[in-house]
């Protein structure tokens, strides 16, 4: 049985700031956001994962993130819109913090 890889996007695109905007303005929470060197970042990210005893950003992520391997040269497989998810979903949407190291070990 061969392994298959599949992008699970939508057919939205959208950048970092952009989604981030979308998020922010949907729930009416709006933050400012401040541009880092992707380095930078990632040490304000592991500095403020002490404080919340999780793992908020990895340098693999990172390295992903600069590579743009979040944006698919495929299709889009699902037919959801983030934005229109967004709108049907906002009473819920960050209501509760979802720890990383809580859900998988």
Known sequence: K???IWD???PDEF???EMTE???NTVEKKRMLIPLPPRLALLAAQFLSLFVNDVMLTPEEVDGLMADLLISKEPPRCKTSLKDWLTENKETVGK???SELARHF
Request: aromatic share 20%; no cysteine.
């Open 2 to 4: 061969e392994n298959y």
């Open 8 to 10: 699970a996007v939508g």
């Open 15 to 17: 950048t970092f700031k």
């Open 22 to 24: 979308l998020i922010g």
């Open 96 to 98: 509760t913090y979802a």
